[in-house]
C-alpha cells in the first residue's frame, strides 16, 4: 500500500470526509485552522455541507442539530474553542446525539499560547460540561493513528448515540508525516429511526430533548446513560505498551509525548536501564485494569508519568490504576514547553534511585 506525506490538520479532514461525515461547522483557531480551511474546500465538492459559524458556540449548537437530524456532524477546534463547545457538548450527551469533536490542543489556561500542550485531559476524561456524562476519547501519538481514530469516531459515535472526542495536539495537528489510506474496520449500526427528520410514515414525530421536568424521570434516564457508558468502559477501553516484559521503570504517557518516550527508552535501554512504555489510546475509558496488572508485576520497581501539563493530569487516573503498588514520579513542562528526551532520561534514573 502507498504512503502519501499529508499534513496532520488536512489529514484529519480528508479522514472525516472517507467516513461520510455529512456536515462540518467549526470556527478558525491556531493550531487546528487547517481543519475547517480544508472542509471549507472539499466538502461542497463532496456535495456535503460546510459552515464557518460566527462561533464556537454556534458551531457546536449546529453539529447538535444536525445529529438530530440524523447526520454525520463534526466539529473541530483547539482549547479555548472547545471550552466554549461545553455546553453543547453537554447537550449533546443529554440527547444522546453521536457526533465527533477533535480538539488539537494548546497551552493555556486561557488564550495562553498556541504551541502544543496536554492540559485538557480534565476537560476532556471529567467532562468540561454540566451533568454527569462521559464522551469516549480518543489519544493518537501521530497523524496515522489521527487518521485512522477520527474514521473509526463515527462509527463509534454512532453506536453509542454519544460524542466522540479525538484529543490530539498542536503538534499532531501541525507536523507532516507518511500515512496509508486503509480501510477501517466498519461496525454494525443500528438505522437512526430516533432522528428528528420527519414522520416518515410515523403517528408520532420523533423528538430530541434532555430536559426532565420530573426528578424521578430524570434520575432515570441518568441511569440509563451510566448503563452505556459502563458498556463503552467494557467494549472500547484501548492500550499500548511497548517494552514491558522485563521493564523495572514503567512510563507513562499518552499522544506525543508517548511517542517522544520511544526514543527515550532506546537511550535508557543502552545505559543499562529496563525502561517500558504503558501508553492509554482511549483516556476515558481509562485502561486502569491492565495498568494496574503490568504495575504489579515483580520486575517494575518504580512508574514515571510524563506529559505536557504543569503537574499532571493523567497522572490522577494513573494514581487510581496503580492504587499504590508502586512509586509515582513526574515529569512535565506546560505553556507549550515540550519535555526533552534528556529530561526523560534524567528523570528516569531519579525515579529508580527514589524507589530503592
Known amino acids: ?5 499529508w499534513k496532520g490538520n488536512e489529514a484529519i479532514a480528508e479522514a472525516a470526509i472517507r467516513a461520510g461525515c455529512d456536515c462540518f461547522f467549526g470556527y478558525p483557531i491556531t493550531p487546528q485552522s487547517e481543519v475547517p480551511e480544508y472542509m471549507s474546500l472539499h466538502m461542497p465538492q463532496h456535495g456535503k455541507v460546510f459552515v464557518q459559524s460566527e462561533s464556537e458556540v454556534a458551531a457546536i449548537n449546529m453539529v447538535y442539530g444536525a445529529a438530530g437530524s440524523g447526520m454525520r456532524a463534526m466539529t473541530s477546534s483547539s482549547s479555548p474553542g472547545v471550552s466554549l463547545k461545553q455546553e453543547g457538548i453537554t447537550y449533546l450527551a443529554g440527547a444522546e446525539l453521536p457526533a465527533v469533536i477533535v480538539n488539537c490542543m494548546r497551552g493555556g489556561p486561557g488564550l495562553g499560547t498556541i504551541q502544543p500542550a496536554q492540559g485538557d485531559y480534565f476537560q476532556a476524561t471529567r467532562g468540561g460540561g454540566n451533568g454527569d456524562y462521559r464522551t469516549l476519547v480518543l489519544a493518537p ?3 496515522q493513528e489521527a487518521v485512522d481514530f477520527v474514521q473509526e469516531a463515527f462509527d463509534i459515535a ?3 448515540r454519544n460524542p466522540v472526542l479525538v484529543l490530539a495536539d498542536g503538534m499532531i495537528g501541525q507536523m507532516m508525516e507518511p500515512i496509508e489510506w486503509h480501510e477501517v474496520p466498519k461496525r454494525k449500526l443500528a438505522p437512526k429511526d430516533w432522528a428528528a427528520g420527519g414522520r416518515k410514515g410515523r403517528a408520532e414525530h420523533n423528538i430530541i430533548n434532555s430536559l426532565y421536568m420530573v426528578p424521578e424521570e430524570c434520575d432515570e434516564f441518568n441511569q440509563h446513560l451510566a448503563a452505556k457508558y459502563v ?3 467494557q467494549n472500547e477501553v484501548r492500550w499500548d505498551t511497548q517494552q514491558t516484559d522485563d521493564c523495572e521503570l514503567l512510563i507513562t504517557a499518552y499522544g506525543t509525548t508517548g511517542r517522544m518516550v520511544l526514543t527515550a527508552l532506546d537511550e535508557l535501554r543502552k545505559a543499562g536501564v529496563k525502561a517500558g512504555l504503558f501508553r492509554p489510546i482511549t483516556l476515558w475509558p481509562f485502561p486502569e485494569k491492565p495498568l494496574h496488572e503490568l504495575a504489579g508485576k515483580e520486575h517494575v520497581k518504580a512508574i514515571l508519568d510524563i506529559e505536557m501539563s504543569a503537574d499532571g493530569q493523567m497522572i490522577d487516573d494513573v494514581r487510581l490504576g496503580v492504587e499504590g503498588q508502586k512509586p509515582i514520579s513526574y515529569l512535565g513542562h506546560s505553556g507549550g514547553v ?16 527514589e524507589a530503592k
Open 1 to 5: 500500500m502507498e504512503k502519501e506525506l
Open 141 to 143: 501519538y501521530n497523524v
Open 158 to 160: 454512532d453506536q453509542y
Open 231 to 233: 458498556q463503552m468502559a
Open 338 to 353: 515540550i519535555p526533552t528526551v534528556e529530561e526523560m532520561v534524567e528523570a528516569a534514573h531519579k525515579a529508580l534511585k
